[in-house]
C-alpha cells in the first residue's frame, strides 16, 4: 500500500475517516491535510458511487502535488461496481461483507437448504474475484471491513446476531481471496457494543489460525460518541485487544473533527507496554467481585484512557463487576464518576445515558455535532435510555438493534426515527426531528 507497512513487525497504523462530500475535491484536501498534519497515517472517504470514486483520482492527484504522499482508502458500500472504480485510484479499498453482493438488511429471516446458501456463496465469488484482479493490476490492498450493524440477513438468518456470525461474514471473503492468492488484506470487526467487539476479533483470531491466515488487523469500536464517553468505550475495547497483542491500526471513531481523532488513538498506542503491566497488576488486585487500579496522574484525558485501557479486557470478561480508582490528584468524585463510566463502557452497570453516536462521514447530510448536543441537553437525566444518533443507513439500524430510540439520516435535510429496530417515522424535516424524537420518548414513558 505505497510505502506504508501494515502488520507484521511493522507499527501500529494510525487512521481516520473523512467527513467531506467526497465530490468535494478542495473540501477533501484540506480536511485530509488536517488528519494527516496530526499524525494520521491513512485516510479513509467515503465513496457512494463511481462519481465519488472517480473524484478520489483528483483528490490523491492534489494531495501529492502539495506533497502528501499518505494512502487514501475508498470506503464502499452496497455498489460492488463502485469498488472496481475505486481500486484504480487508491491505495486502498474498503467493502463490507454485510452489504457487498447481499442486499441491505432488513432484519426478515430467511430460509436456506445447504445447496442454497452455497449458491449464494457462488454469488459473492463472481463479484469478488474480477474486483481481486483489478487490485493486483493496481496494487490495491483492500479491506474487509464487517460491522456488526450491517451483517445481511442471509448471515443473521443462519448464525444470529452472534461473533460466530460476525466471523463467518468474514471469513467467507477470506477464502476466496486465499483462493485466489490475494494477500494484501487488512480486517476489520467493529461494534458500538465493546463486549461484541472484542469477543469477536478474539474469535477471528483463533478462526484464521485454524484456516492459516495470517493478515494485519484493524481495530476500532464503531459509533463510540464524543466527548470522554467516545474516549473511554474505545479505550476499553481497542485497549482490551491491544494489551493482548492484538491490532496492527486502529481508528478512535469519535463523533467530533476527525483530526480530533489522531491524538487520542497515539496516545492508546503509545500507553500498551504501561497499560499491558497495569493489566496484570489490575488482575492481581481482585477481590470480591472489584477491581483496585492503583495510578499516579496528573492529566485527565490520559487518566481516562490509562484506566479504561487497562481494566478493558478484565471487565469485558466478567472478571470484576466493581472498580475502584485511586488516584491522589484528583477527587473521589471524579474517580467514582470515572470508574462508572468504565463499567457503563464496558456494558456492566448503566449510571447515565447512553448515546451511541457516528463520527459522521461524506454520507452524512445533517449537522451531525449540533444534534448530538441538542438531544444530550434534552435527554441527559434519562438514566440507562440508549439512543442511536447515526448520520445514514449504512450501520444505523443494525447498530442500534438494542438502542431503544433511533435518529437515523435518511436523505438530504430528511430525518427517520426509530423505536428499537422498528422506524416509526420516515422523512421527518431536520428542523422537526430532535422535537419528534424527544415527544415520542415522553409519550412512551408517560
Not at 449458491?119 to 463472481?126: G, R, T, V
Not at 449510571?351 to 441537553?377: H, V
Request: hydrophobic share 40%; proline share 3%; with cysteine.
Amino acid at each position: 500500500m505505497g510505502n506504508l507497512q501494515i502488520g507484521g513487525d511493522n507499527p501500529i497504523r494510525i487512521q481516520s475517516m473523512a467527513t467531506t462530500d467526497t465530490n468535494d475535491t478542495e473540501g477533501c484536501v484540506a480536511q485530509a491535510k488536517r488528519i494527516i498534519d496530526a499524525g494520521g497515517e491513512l485516510v479513509r472517504f467515503t465513496t457512494q458511487g463511481t462519481r465519488e470514486a472517480e473524484n478520489m483520482k483528483n483528490i490523491s492527484a492534489r494531495l501529492k502535488a502539495d506533497g502528501y504522499t499518505t494512502p487514501l482508502v475508498a470506503d464502499v458500500h452496497f455498489t460492488a461496481h463502485t469498488a472496481d472504480v475505486a481500486a484504480q485510484y487508491c491505495e486502498k479499498v474498503r467493502i463490507n461483507p454485510g452489504n457487498y453482493v447481499d442486499p441491505g438488511r432488513v432484519f426478515k429471516h430467511l430460509e436456506y437448504t445447504d445447496e442454497e446458501y452455497a449458491e449464494e456463496l457462488k454469488k459473492i465469488e463472481a463479484k469478488l474475484v474480477p474486483f481481486l484482479n483489478i487490485c493486483k493490476e493496481h496494487h490495491t490492498a483492500i479491506r474487509i471491513g464487517v460491522n456488526h450493524g450491517s451483517l445481511s440477513d442471509r448471515i443473521m438468518s443462519r448464525y444470529g446476531d452472534t461473533p460466530e456470525g460476525i466471523v463467518e461474514s468474514c471469513m467467507e471473503f477470506l477464502r476466496i481471496c486465499k483462493r485466489e492468492n490475494f494477500n494484501d488484506i487488512v480486517i476489520s470487526i467493529k461494534a458500538s457494543n465493546t463486549v461484541v467487539m472484542v469477543t469477536t476479533v478474539r474469535l477471528l483470531v483463533k478462526t484464521m489460525d485454524k484456516e492459516d491466515m495470517h493478515y494485519p488487523l484493524h481495530l476500532g469500536v464503531t459509533e463510540a460518541g464524543e466527548g470522554e464517553d467516545g474516549r473511554i468505550k474505545s479505550a476499553v475495547g481497542i485497549g482490551a485487544l491491544l494489551t493482548e497483542g492484538i491490532g496492527d491500526t486502529i481508528r478512535v471513531s469519535l463523533s467530533e473533527e476527525p483530526e480530533c481523532e489522531i491524538p487520542v488513538a497515539r496516545k492508546l498506542v503509545d500507553l500498551i507496554p504501561e497499560c499491558t503491566q497495569l493489566r496484570e497488576k489490575a488482575e492481581a488486585s481482585i477481590k470480591d467481585d472489584m477491581i483496585t487500579l492503583n495510578l499516579d496522574e496528573t492529566d485527565w484525558e490520559a487518566l481516562q484512557l490509562k484506566a479504561a485501557m487497562a481494566v478493558g479486557a478484565l471487565l469485558i470478561d466478567r472478571k470484576a463487576h466493581e472498580l475502584v480508582l485511586n488516584v491522589s490528584q484528583f477527587s473521589r468524585n471524579q474517580l467514582i464518576a470515572l470508574a462508572d463510566a468504565i463499567l457503563q463502557a464496558a456494558r456492566i452497570k448503566f449510571t447515565k445515558t447512553e448515546y451511541i453516536s457516528c463520527p459522521g462521514c461524506g454520507r452524512t447530510l445533517y449537522n451531525l455535532q449540533e444534534t448530538i448536543a441538542k438531544i444530550k441537553a434534552a435527554t441527559s437525566h434519562l438514566v440507562g435510555l440508549k439512543i442511536g444518533i447515526m448520520g445514514c443507513i449504512v450501520n444505523g439500524p443494525g447498530e442500534m438493534a438494542d438502542a431503544d430510540y433511533g435518529y437515523v439520516g435518511a436523505g438530504r435535510g430528511k430525518i427517520s426515527l426509530y423505536r428499537q429496530k422498528v422506524c416509526v417515522e420516515k422523512n421527518i424535516p431536520e428542523e422537526e426531528a430532535v422535537d419528534k424524537l424527544l415527544e415520542l420518548i415522553r409519550k412512551d414513558r408517560a
